[in-house]
C-alpha cells in the first residue's frame, strides 16, 4: 500500500498540501489574533464588573477519575495490513482514549500499546451497512455492483467501526448482542468527551479560537452549525483545511484509482488518511507558534486595557449605537418574519428531550442512593458503607448505566426546522446536553458524599446511619432540581441563539455587511485591537432576537411538565459551610474506613492505581472466543508465547467462525475430558479449552485472559468433579474428573490460600455492580479457609468463577503433579469470585506473528 499511497501522493501533490494548508492557516491566524484581543478585553471586563449568573447549589468535583480506569476488555479488531481479525486487550483511562494492547498482559507489563486512538470526530457505528453507505458517499462516482465483494466482512453479527470523514477507519466485532451494546456505549463516552475537547476553562484562548473558526467560516459564506466544531484546537483546524482540501484531491486523485470497487474505496480511505495526517502535523505546529505569539504580546494588551477601560467601554457602547441605528431595523422585520413564529416550536422540540434525560438522571441517582440505603439495612456496618460508595462516586462516568440517560437525547428532532435554519445535523446539541447531564450526575454524587463524610463521625448504630442517608438525599435532590433548572435554560437560550443568529446573519449579510466597513472611523485606533465592528455588528444582531428568546424560556418554566424554575426563584445558599467543605482534599472512603494498616510501597501503589476497579462489571460468563485463547506458560519461560491469532486467508472470516463452531462442540463433549484439556487439530492450528486455576509460585499472569465485555476477567470453564451436577445451556449432566495427586495437594492449596482471598461461603450473598445480591459459588479449594463477606484487595488478581463449578459439597481434585497453570488478573474489576477445581498441561499451539505496527492517532 506504499507503493500506492507513493504514486497518488507523490511529491509534487504534496507541495501543493502543504502550501494549501499554510494558506488556510495564513488566513485563520489574521481572524485569531483579531478575536484575541476582544476575547482577552471581555475577559478582563467581565472579571471587574462581574455579572455571575445565580449561584450552583451542588459542589463540583475537581478531578472526578484521577487514576481510574473507565473500562477495559476483549474485542476482535481487524487489522488492515495483514487482513485478518485479532483479538485486542482495550483499556479506556481517565482521558477517554482507547488504548489497544496485544493482550492483557502487555497492559500488565506496561508495554507500548499497538493503537492509540482519540475519538473525537469519529461515529460509532453498529452495523456493515451503515458503514458502506457512509464509504460509498465519500467517494462519489464508484458504486459496488451487485455481487460484489464488500470492502468489509463482519465474522460476527455484532460490529462496531469507528468512522472518521478524513482519518483512518477502526473496525471491531463482538460475539453478543449484550457486549455490542456495551462497547458501543463506552465508544459513544469517548467520542462525547473528546469531541468537547475545547477547555472552558480558559477565559480568553477558548472564546478567541471559536469566534476565529466562526468567522472565518462566515468570510467563505458558510453559515450555520458545523459538526466538525469537535476535538482539541489543532484537530478543529485540521478539519478546517481539510473541509477545502478533500474535494479538490477527490476530483484530481478519484479518477485515477484503478482496481475493484472495494480496491478504490480501501485506498481512498488511506490516502485521505495520510493527508490528514500531514495536514494535522503542519496545523499543530503553525497554532502552537500563533498561540505563543499571542501570549508574548498579552501583558502589553492586559496593561492597556486595565489602564483605558472606560474609554475603551465609552467607544464601543458609541460604536454599538451608531451601528444600531442602521442595522435594528432590518433585524427586527427578520427576526418578526422568519424567526420569530418559530421559536416555540424549536423550544418545545428541545425541552422535551432533555428534560426527560435530567429526570432520568435524577432517577437514576435516586434509586442507586435508595438501593444502597436498603443494602445497609440488611447487611449492615461501616464496611459495607465504604464499598458502596466507592462504587457509587464513579456512577456519572459509567457508561452502561448513563445510557439510559443519554438515551433520551437521541429523541431530540428538528424536522422541517432544520433546513429553514441551516442546521446540518443536531448532534451538535444532543452531546452538549448530554455532557451537561453527566456533569449534573458528578456533582450531586459529589454533594452527596461529601455531606455524608461530614455526618459519619456524628452517627451512632445502623439505624442513625440510614436515616441521616435518606435525609442527605433529600436535600441533594432539592439542590439537584434547582440546578438542572438553571442548566437547562441556559442550555436552551445557548441553543436558540445557536439556531436563529447564523440564519440572521445569512440574511442580513446582502443589505448590511456591506455597508460595515463605513464603521471602522469610529474606532481609535488604540483601540483597534479590543472592538471589531463585525463583532459589534453580531452583538447587535443578537440583542435583536434575544428579547423574543427570554420570553420564550420564561413562559416555558411555568409549564410543570419540564420541571423548570422560574426566574424569580432564586436558592440562597443554604448551606454556608458546603463549598467550603468542596474545597477539602477528594474523599478516600477505602483509605479512611478500608482499614488499610499498612502503607503500600510507591511503586506498587502507582502500579495499582493504573489498575483500579473498572466502573463497568458484568456476571456473564466467559466468551466462547476466549475460552480456547488462553496460553499457558511454565515457571521456566522467560517470554510467553505469543498469542494465538487466526489462521491465514484473505480476511480471517472462515476461521473465526468455524473456530466458534469448534467452541459449542467442545462445550458439549466437555463430559469426555479427563484432565481438563482437550485438543483438536484443524489446518495445523491447535484448538485449547483450558482449565485454569490459580499460578504457582514465580509465575507471570496469564497471556490473553478471557473477557465478559462488561470489564469483568472471568477464567475458563473449569472441569467439574465426579459426579458433580453441572448447569448448562441444555440442563444438567454429568461429568467424570481426574483423580487427585497427594504430591501437588500440599503446595497447591498453599499457593492459592496466599495468592487469593478467600471467597464466599456457599448460600452467602455476594454483592455485584449492580446492587442486586447473588448467591456466592461455592469455594472450589480444598482446605481453603472461607469466610462470608470476604474483602478483597483491589489490586489483588481474582479469577472469576463460571457456571461450570462444582456443586456444593462435591469433592474438588488438585491439579497433578508438574503442571502449572496460571491465575486470571481481575484488577480492572475488583469482583469478588471463586476459584476454577483444576488447571491443566501447556499444550503446544501454532502462533502466526503480529505484523501490524503501532498506529497512534493524535
Known sequence: MGDVLSSHLDEGRRQHIAEKTGKVLGEFSRCYREQYGVALFNSIRYEIEGNGGPQAQLLHRKVPLEDHVIYSGNLFQYIEENKKWRNRFCVVPHNYGLVLYENKLAYERELPPRVLINSAGYKVLTSVEQYLELVSSSLPGITPKSG?????????DFPLIL???YARHYYFCLMTGKEQEKWGAVFQDCVRHCNNGISEDSKV?????????????QSKEQYGTWDMLCGNQSQVLSNLVMEELLPELRSAIGPRLKGKTQERQRTWIQISDAVYRMVYEQTK?????????CELERPQMESSIRTDMDQIITSKEHLASKIRAFVLPKAEICVRNHVQPYISSILEALMTPTSQGFAEVREVFFKEVTDMNMNIVNEGGLEKLVEYMEKLSHLAFHPVKMQSCYEKMEQLKLEGLQQRFDVSSTSVFKQRAQIHMRQQMDDALYTFETLLHQELGKLQGKDELCKSIQRILERVLKKYDYDSSTVRKKFFREALLQITIPFLLKKLAPTCKGELAKFQELIFEDFASFILVENTYEEVVLQSVMKDIMQAVKEAAVQRKHNLYRDSMVMHNSDPNLHLLGEGSPIDWGEEHGGQPEAEPAADKRRRAKQVVSVIQDDEGALPYEMGAEMLMSPSSPEPPEPRVPPGSPDGVAEIREALAKESIEVLTEERLTNGTHSTQDSGATKEVVVAAGAAPGDGPNKGPASDGGGARRAAPAAPTSGAKVPSEDGVRHAPAAPPAPEAESAARDEVQRAVPASPTTGSEVLSQDGLHRAAPASSVSGAEVTSGAEIPSGDKVPHGTSASPAPGADV???????????????ETGEEVALPEACSPPQPAGTTESIEGMQTEF
Open 813 to 827: 481434585p488438585l491439579p497433578p503433579a508438574g503442571t502449572t497453570c496460571h491465575q486470571r488478573s481481575d484488577k
Open 285 to 293: 505546529a503553525q497554532y502552537d507558534a500563533m498561540v505563543a505569539k
Open 205 to 217: 484562548e477558548a472564546p478567541a479560537f471559536t469566534d476565529a473558526v466562526r468567522m472565518y467560516r
Open 163 to 165: 468512522w472518521h470523514p
Open 148 to 156: 460484489n465483494t464488500p470492502i468489509l466482512k463482519c465474522p460476527t
